[in-house]
């Protein structure tokens, strides 16, 4: 079973970064794709992008000029900031697993709440 | 982007129904199409992938078919566990995207 967990501030300022961190504790993020996924209250799914455990990524267009993710094999962590932020980026942050075989996010952490407000 | 279409947005059936949701999307993306259960307050968890593959653990009472730009979801026979939101998600490119979800609630 692979644990993935989320942590960083809850809430976060308009312009500014929002920071957060995945660990996967006791396994290993070698070899695989990580991704991150948010969701407003009340709405869908949106993709923000993913990381490979080399440090190559993948980002949402719509994103991706604000979206910095990196990878730190040797804490099985990786990352997301989100710049400039407004209260649109509200939202529930999860992290999950691209799973390589079936190409689907087989393993999510508990999600995280970022409110985006003064 | 390719765009993902749920139908419907919501329904009503009762315990013991067939339920059938459909996904379409805006291109093919040929089987590379996976199915996702949200409970209010939880989080998304994989049902189905590549179209009609059942994840591990995952009862037999929900598959998928479809190829192409057509999917369906199918629970033979709905559960009260069941009542949720079900997402559909295309992993034939990035940007991954998802449907817009289709609530499936008591009636």
């Known amino acids: 079973q692979v644990q993935l967990q989320e942590s960083g501030p809850g809430l976060v300022k308009p312009s500014e970064t929002l920071s957060l961190t995945c660990t996967v504790p006791g396994g290993s993020i070698s070899s695989f794709y990580w991704s991150w996924i948010r969701q407003p209250a009340g709405k869908g799914l949106e993709w923000i992008g993913r990381i490979y455990s080399s440090g190559s990524t993948n980002y949402n267009p719509s994103l991706e000029s604000r979206v910095n993710m990196s990878v730190d094999t040797s804490k099985n962590q990786f990352s997301l900031k989100l710049s400039s932020v407004t209260a649109a980026d509200t939202a529930v942050y999860y992290c999950?697993?691209?799973?390589?075989?079936?190409?689907?996010?087989?393993?999510w952490g508990q999600g995280t709440l970022v409110t985006v407000s003064s | 982007d390719i765009q993902m279409t749920q139908s419907p947005s919501s329904l009503s059936p009762s315990v013991g129904d067939r339920v059938t949701i459909t996904c379409r999307a805006s291109?093919?993306?040929?089987?590379?199409l996976n199915w996702y259960q949200q409970k209010p307050g939880k989080v998304p968890k994989l049902l189905i992938y590549a179209a009609s593959s059942l994840q591990s653990g995952v009862p037999s009472r929900f598959s998928g078919s479809g190829s192409g730009t057509d999917f369906t979801l199918t629970i033979s026979s709905l559960q009260p566990e069941d009542f949720a939101t079900y997402y559909c998600?295309?992993?034939?490119?990035?940007?991954?995207?998802f449907g817009q979800g289709t609530k499936v609630e008591i009636k």
């Open positions: 999950a697993r691209d799973s390589p075989g079936a190409r689907a996010f087989d393993y």
């Open positions: 291109q093919s993306i040929s089987s590379y």
């Open positions: 998600q295309q992993s034939y490119t990035t940007p991954r995207t």
